[in-house]
């Protein structure tokens, strides 16, 4: 299933991950291991953010995805199931069809 992961980084820990050059690595092995079609960083809710859409194959693996974030950054998390635009059109046309 495609989901978009949500990363909102506590600023005091992110400020101590940069300057002890940890943040690049924690967001290297993660994107390493996700392989996401898109990932994007940038600020929302005042907080550095990052947005990862990938492809979560088995929901076993939420903790060993997450547990870093909320460990090394106290980061909040959001995965949310999202489509991309033939998705949704051909769940509408199934759900035309019904």
Do not use: C
Request: glycine share 8%; hydrophobic share 45%; aromatic share 8%.
């Amino acid at each position: 299933m495609r989901v978009l992961l949500t990363v909102q980084m506590d600023t005091d820990r992110a400020n101590k991950a940069i300057k002890d050059q940890t943040l690049p690595d924690i967001m290297k092995s993660t994107l390493e291991r996700l392989n996401p079609e898109a990932a994007f960083f940038g600020a929302k809710d005042g907080m550095r953010t990052g947005f990862i859409v990938f492809d979560l194959q088995d929901p076993a693996k939420i903790p060993t995805i997450a547990e870093p974030f909320f460990q090394e950054l106290g980061a909040r998390i959001e995965f949310l199931p999202v489509m991309n635009i033939d998705e949704v059109q051909a769940g509408l046309r199934e759900y035309g069809s019904g």
